[in-house]
């Protein structure tokens, strides 16, 4: 089936530590995107891709790092430089052609801090 | 800062009622405004969306109304039903030379009561 998988969907981890969310898409989508989201806040841009090999920060990139290696890869390391990293967080994925931008999210990730 | 603005935070509508649901927005480059779907621990998922240049675009039991000169577009839902019990998120798309992004507003928390 074509969509966006997200892994793991549960991840704990300890003070200190530095996490990597992983995030690929089959649909053959130029732009892959990273959210945040935090109860009451909605979604939060902290990191966005149009091209392999180019990415560009969002809103809250602080404290997180991305790769673009691969078309189909969008890979989110949380480092112990953010500070409060506990969050749901989600991928997305869309053409970037001037006629539409409908954006495709995949089911998220859920990181805790212990 | 906030560029969408939504409201109310939360809704409780009766069965068969209609859900209304705000959002105003600053930004005159945005040019596509979608409104998302989230189900709790799922991501979210593309209900309906419209142009600038259209006043009104209808699906089924949703609608959306637009008023460029207020900045201000809506989500009407008819005939609520208990399954749309979810969280909803207005967004809007603006294009730049680095890529497209979206930005959402907060979230409303609809609950359709039986």
């Known amino acids: 089936d074509g969509g966006i998988t997200q892994s793991p969907k549960y991840l704990f981890r300890k003070e200190g530590q530095n996490v990597t969310l992983s995030c690929e898409q089959n649909l053959n989508h130029d732009a892959m995107y990273w959210y945040r989201q935090d109860p009451g806040q909605g979604l939060r841009l902290i990191y966005y891709?149009?091209?392999?090999?180019?990415?560009q920060k969002g809103d809250i990139a602080e404290g997180y790092s991305v790769s673009r290696e691969k078309k189909e890869s969008f890979p989110l390391t949380v480092t112990s430089a953010q500070k409060n990293p506990t969050a749901f967080y989600l991928c997305?994925?869309?053409?970037?052609?001037?006629?539409?931008?409908?954006?495709?999210f995949g089911e998220g990730s859920w990181l805790t801090v212990v | 800062q906030q560029q969408v603005k939504q409201s109310p935070q939360s809704l409780i509508v009766q069965k068969g009622g209609i859900s209304i649901i705000n959002c105003a927005y600053e930004n005159t480059a945005f040019d596509y405004f979608p409104w998302y779907q989230q189900f709790p621990g799922k991501g979210p998922a593309l209900l309906i969306a419209?142009?600038?240049?259209?006043s009104e675009k209808k699906e089924g039991r949703f609608t959306i109304s637009f008023n460029k000169s207020a900045k201000q577009f809506s989500l009407h839902i008819m005939d609520s039903q208990p399954g749309d019990s979810a969280t909803y998120f207005c967004?809007?798309?603006?294009?730049?030379?680095?890529?497209?992004?979206?930005?959402f507003g907060e979230g409303t928390q609809l609950t359709v009561n039986p």
């Open positions: 997305a994925s869309s053409w970037t052609s001037a006629s539409g931008n409908t954006i495709y």
């Open positions: 967004a809007a798309l603006s294009r730049k030379t680095s890529g497209s992004r979206l930005t």
């Open positions: 419209i142009r600038p240049d259209v």
């Open positions: 891709s149009q091209i392999v090999n180019d990415f």
